[in-house]
């Protein structure tokens, strides 16, 4: 897919999960995509400079091994980040979809096992988990968040079927 096409199913399913009334999933995938990727870089003089001009390296840019060489001897690394570019961010939004259908539901599952209060006459049982927004936020997202309708089994095989299928068009 070319970056055009992208942008085109961000956008899709942009509109998918707001229409299923997940705008605080948007809030956490906008703050994802605006922090953008995080990127170690050699720092390294500028070569045929006098004054102290320094420039930040990829690993793409001098090669795996003159990177890990030039850390031995102790050159500096510095952090950036980059903007995600429309594959990325095509991926992140597929990626918390499948997190919020196929693995928060497994969470409360595995949490609720543990909780469980079967043979302790002294605690209340726990039938269920409820997901509740920072204090912070404001507004129609300061909503709590059930995961309890789980999917039935074929229906969660079928749709990590359909993650499955969906990355592997993106990364086509």
Do not use: C
Not at 18 to 35: C, F, K, V, Y
Not at 91 to 100: F, G, I, P, Q, S
Not at 112 to 128: F, M, N, Y
């Amino acid at each position: 897919m070319n970056a055009l096409e992208m942008r085109e199913v961000e956008d899709l399913l942009r509109d998918r999960i707001r229409s299923a009334g997940l705008d605080w999933l948007l809030d956490e995938l906008d703050e994802a995509i605006a922090t953008g990727v995080a990127e170690e870089k050699l720092l390294q003089r500028r070569r045929g400079t006098s004054t102290e001009e320094y420039e930040a390296l990829s690993v793409a840019d001098v090669g795996t091994d003159i990177f890990h060489r030039s850390l031995k001897r102790g050159a500096s690394v510095v952090v950036t980040t980059r903007p995600m570019n429309a594959h990325e961010r095509t991926e992140l939004h597929l990626d918390a979809l499948r997190r919020v259908f196929l693995e928060l539901p497994e969470i409360e599952a595995e949490t609720l096992k543990i909780v469980s209060a079967e043979g302790d006459p002294h605690r209340a049982p726990v039938h269920s988990i409820r997901f509740v927004p920072d204090e912070e936020l404001t507004g129609r997202r300061d909503q709590t968040h059930d995961v309890t309708a789980r999917l039935p089994e074929d229906t969660r095989a079928h749709l990590q079927s359909l993650f499955h299928e969906a990355r592997e068009e993106i990364n086509r």
